[in-house]
T-cell receptor, first 112, second 109 residues
């Protein structure tokens, strides 16, 4: 079972460039999330989607956008990357309203 | 504001018992979750408490006191593979998870 697949696993990006991190799940979960994880900080929610066609802003949404055209896919786009967006990004999914999240393997992004 | 506190790092000996504490202050409460995260890997779900008391699952147990805003994760018969970070998370009134920074557990032989 694939669960959640993220791509790419790592990327080095020049500041000012755009980038889309891909996330696909095969569990038919309604809720999906994008988090960033930085050393010494907890997971911080960037954007979320409770169901296909809807999205919401999390704790740190600035500089990021998402879309949820269908149940399975939840891409995260950085329109113009800045060095402070260097981080490990995790996509996750869950049954709506439930705290048992299933995470992808993460995407390590370095913005220079 | 919303806040989750847990120790940054703990060290324990193989075969021993360790307790990782977590205190929380959130807007509303819809459950307390513990996740395990090995270095370089994704977090994986360990346990869920929504009522006061102890939930046991093999070598791992999790305790909750809602009146004290307090939880702990108890790991027994420690194994080297238990070396990981343990993340405490609380679900608030909007059903969003608020995460602690994690406790790095180092197991020594």
């Amino acid at each position: 079972t694939a669960g959640i697949t993220q791509a790419p696993t790592s990327q080095i990006l020049a500041a000012g460039r755009s980038m889309t991190l891909r996330c696909t799940q095969d569990m038919r979960h309604n809720a999906m999330y994008w988090y960033r994880q930085d050393l010494g900080l907890g997971l911080r929610l960037i954007h979320y989607s409770n169901t296909a066609g809807t999205t919401g802003k999390g704790e740190v949404p600035d500089g990021y956008s998402v879309s949820r055209a269908n149940t399975d896919d939840f891409p995260l786009t950085l329109a113009s990357a800045v060095p402070s967006q260097t981080s490990v990004y995790f996509c996750a999914s869950s049954e709506e309203g439930h705290g048992e999240l299933f995470f992808g393997e993460g995407s390590r992004l370095t913005v220079l | 504001g919303q806040n989750i506190d847990q120790p940054t790092e703990m060290t324990a000996t193989e075969g021993a018992i360790v307790q990782i504490n977590c205190t929380y202050q959130t807007s509303g409460f819809n459950g307390l979750f513990w996740y395990q995260q090995h270095a370089g890997e994704a977090p994986t779900f360990l346990s869920y408490n929504v009522l006061d008391g102890l939930e046991e699952k093999g070598r791992f147990s999790s305790f909750l006191s809602r009146s004290k805003g307090y939880s702990y994760l108890l790991l027994k018969e420690l194994q080297m593979k238990d070396s990981a970070s343990y993340l405490c998370a609380c679900m608030d009134s909007n059903y969003q998870l608020i995460w602690g920074a994690g406790t790095k557990l180092i197991i020594k032989p």
